[in-house]
Every structure is written in C-alpha cells, then in structure tokens.
C-alpha cells in the first residue's frame, strides 16, 4: 500500500479539494470570483440549465459535433488502418505518416486550419481555385452551421490518426486462419470483412467509440483557437458555454452546475467503457 | 494465395492519397512559415515561395525579452512548455511506476475501486475542476507560476502513467521477481533492480504519452497563467493567433516549433504505439 502513497498524494491532493469545492460552488449563487457569503440555492443552477434557452442549441451543437466526428473518425480510421495492415512496401514510412496528425498540438491544429480556411488568403479556397472547382472565395468560418462542420473537418483530420492505431491493434490480434476458413468456405474480400474482420473488431471498435465519445463531449481547445464560438454563437459547446458563464458572465455557481453535467455525461461513458474493458479481457481479448 | 498485381497497385496508390492529405496541412504550415507577409497576403496563394525568409526563426530565437514582443513570448513559452512538459514526466513516470507495480502485483482491498477512481479522475473534464483550483493555487501564491502547472497537470498525466505501467508489468511474466524476493529483495528492491530494467520499453512510451499529454494542455494554462513568467507554448500561439490573425506567418514559425517536440517523439516511438494501446487506455 505504502507503494501507491506517492501517486495518490499527487492526484488527489490537487484533485479532491476541486472536486468537491465545484460541486458546493454549483449549490450557491456565486457571481464574483470574489470569496463571501452567496446565498444557498440547492438545485436551482441544475433546474436553471433546463430552462436556460441559450442552452439547448449548445447541446445540440454538442451533440452533433459529437456524432459526426466521431463517425467519420470511426470509418476513415478503420478503412485507414486496413489498408496499413495491407501488403504494402515500406510499411513503417505509411504508419510514420499516419501517426503525425495525433501528435501535433491541438492549438496548432486549430490555428493551422484557421489559415487554411482565410476567407481571402486561404489554401482552401485556392486549391478549389486552382482545381476549377470553385473561383469565388468561400467565407468557411463565416456562417454557423458551415463553421462548426468545418471544424469537425479540422477535428477529423487530426484524430483519426489515433484510431487508426487503436483498430490496427485490434486488426494484429486476429489470427490469419481465420480469414483462411473463411475462404475455404468461399467468402471474397468483402464478406471477409463482414463476417471476420468486423465482428472481431468490435471490442476495439466500442473503446475507440467511448474514447473518443467522451474526448469529442468535452471539445474545448479547438473551439477556443479556430472560432470563440462564433458566428453567432453557432459553434459553442457545452465545455465552451460553460467557460463563457463563468470566466465572462462571472457566473461561476451556474458554471459549475452545467460542469457537473459534463461529469456526469463522461461518467455515463467511462462506466461503460470500463465494463467493456472488463469483458474483453475475460474473453481474452486485450 | 499471392496478391494479385492490380490489387497490390491499388492499395500504394490509396496510401499515396492518404499521405497527400496528411501531408499538405504540415506542408502549408512549413511554407506559410518561411514566405514572406507579402506572398502570403497575394490574392493567390503562393505553393512555393518565390523568396523564403528564416526571419521569423531569427526573430523568435533572438529578439529581447520584452512584454510586447510576440517572438520573444513565443521563445519563453517553449521555455515553459519544456521545463513543465518534463517536470510533469518525470514526477509522473516516477509515482506512476510505483503505484503501478502495486496494482498489477499486489492483492489488497478496494484495489478495483481505488484503480476506478485513478482512471475517472482521468476522464474529468478540466473545467470541472479550473475554478477552485485557480483559487487554491490563488492562495498558495502559485498562480503564473511553472511550479503550480506542473502540480495541476501531475494530476492528470499521473493516473495515465498509473494505468498504462500497471497494464505493462500484467504483460511481464512475475517469475522473476519472485526469484529475487526469494534471494532476499524487498519488493522496492525487485521492482527497482529486476523489473524496471526490463520494463525500459514500457517506461520510455508512457513517459513519451506523458509528455504529450503534457504538451498539449490547454485550459489549465489558458487560466492560470499571465505572463511570460508561466505562459505555455499552446497559449501564447492561442492568443496571438486571437489578437492578430492575419500575420499567419508568425505563428506559423511558432507552431513548427511547437510541433517539433511531439512530432520526433511520435517519430521515434512509432513502433511502440500499437503495443501501448493494446496494454492500456490511451487518450484518443
């Protein structure tokens, strides 16, 4: 036990105070940073959230940043990492490119993809120029709804690098006698796929999922850099809107009410990703 | 069964693609950073710059110190991230390794529940915590300071080296540590003079996840830090990005060397990657 002290000084001693602080913070009106007696409100700043108009387009904004990178995450990732698992030449040189993107900087990410998307001096505008695809500058960070898919786009570029290395993990488990019944049972490549490759994925798959579900929920950095939420509030998020009560609004009882939700929704996730974890390694599967 | 010529074509041809998109935004990065503000305000984009300029390099690596000066901010971040980035590591890696060998070998009570609340500490989000820790921190005099970053982010990147060493001695076979207990070790002792010697692989990927987790860190820094005292890369390239976008280049150079330390490591530990995923829980 004295082996684990050093580690648990180190976690919860930052950790357990905050902790439980934001929580008793969410229970009061507290409206300055300033310390004071702010009145006790119980569950007011929760019921509050629900009534908060301003809330529901966040969380739909949310959720669709949610579902969507990581969908296209997902299917880039694993068609990414079957063709890495091919017979190709100089397999290291592929995976070496492939694994870059995850280790840039999400802020340098932000910004870079910032640039690209200039409504005047862009490169994406004028690779579309120079393809004849389209002469007129496009404003791509200037209106909500194309804002918030192109920084999904931004998003998707930079992580579906670790997916793929989550599913090719996965993909090197698979023992090769099994795709050799499949053929001896007459599938082609793309039953194969279906019938071998797919199902036994699926314990990497579901992690992959959950991480990502729970990185893509807490979406913050990438917000921040490439558009403070804007236009019109079309790309705030729930960890951006909570920001924005408390850091601006200086709102910070309610803030801490709506970062409570955030936990509670990740912990939704991790307990399911826990127990996913736990059956896969009961199957043997790790 | 050979494959056939035209599919062997097909797949170089489809990672030749692949490399084409993941290339291009570094690409860009790179020429943006070394093109002058001219060519890169030129209503057309120029690919390759008709006169490169290091300038920017120059400016970051020698200009004063001064409050206002963006290219000098932009040294003493990468200052700071190192010094942090590393700091962190090596705390980390250290409680970590310990911590982590008691999980994987020790049997005691509530080490499901006390290995659970390591990993869900690990998932919370940060701006569940950024308040009350800017006031703790705030009180302890440690605002703007490397010292109470590098306390903060222990917190997060400890429970992952935690995890992901406890996963790697599962995978260790434990004969023979209960040799060297048999010869007389303490466990302290076999951990420190059997395990970890081999355990080198384990150890230099999660000190290389830990460092990037470390690296990356934004909110934390975002709030807690002001000046150029504490300030870390990620910030400084957020707020200057913020306050003047239009001189990409700066920021470009900036983000370059930003990249530069996690990039190499990724480089280096490449082949590691898919054996530390499937050993432990890798932030996605």
Known sequence: MALLLPAAVVVFGVVLYPVIRTFVVSLYDVNSPMAGAYPFVGLHNYTRVFQDSGFYPVLGHTLYFTLVSTFAELTLGIAVALLLNAPLKARWLWRSIVVLPWALPTIVNGALWRWIYNGQYGALNGVLDSLGISHTPHQWLGSPFLALNMVILADVWKNTSIVVFFILAGLQTIPADLYEAARMDGAGAWKAFWRVTLPLLAPSIAVVLILRTIEAFKVFDIIYVMTGGGPASGTQTIAFYTYLQAFSNQLFGYGAALAYLIVIAVFVLAMAYLRILRQGQMAGVE | ?284
């Open chain 2, 1 to 284: 069964m050979r494959p056939g010529t035209r599919y062997l074509v097909l797949i170089h041809v489809a990672a030749v693609v692949m490399a084409v998109v993941v290339l291009a935004p570094f690409a860009w990065l790179v020429v943006s950073s070394i093109s002058p503000s001219t060519e890169l305000l030129s209503s057309h984009p120029h690919w390759i710059p008709q006169h490169p300029t290091l300038s920017r390099y120059r400016q970051i690596f020698s200009s004063a110190p001064g409050s206002d000066d963006v290219a000098a901010n932009f040294r003493l971040a990468m200052g700071n991230s190192l010094i942090v980035a590393t700091a962190t590591t090596l705390i980390s890696l250290a409680v970590g390794t310990v911590g982590g060998y008691a999980f994987a070998r020790l049997r005691f009570r509530f080490r499901r529940t006390a290995l659970f609340s390591f990993l869900a500490i690990y998932m919370l989000p940060p701006i569940a915590l950024v308040i009350p820790l800017y006031l703790a921190l705030a009180n302890l005099g440690l605002l703007d300071t490397k010292t109470g970053l590098v306390v903060t982010y222990c917190s997060i990147v400890t429970p992952f080296c935690l995890w992901t060493m406890s996963n790697y001695y599962l995978s260790m076979p434990p004969d023979l540590e209960e040799a060297a207990r048999v010869d007389g070790c303490t466990r302290l002792g076999a951990l420190v003079r059997v395990i970890l010697p081999l355990a080198r692989p384990g150890l230099l990927t999660t000190g290389m996840f830990g460092f990037l987790l470390a690296w990356d860190e934004f909110l934390y820094s975002l709030i807690f830090t002001s000046t150029t005292n504490a300030k870390t890369i990620p910030v400084a390239i957020a707020e200057f990005t913020g306050k003047y976008s239009s001189d990409f280049g700066l920021i470009a150079a900036g983000g370059v060397l930003a990249a530069a330390p996690p990039l190499l490591l990724a480089l280096l530990f490449q082949r590691y990657i898919v054996g530390g995923l499937t050993s432990g829980a890798v932030k996605g």
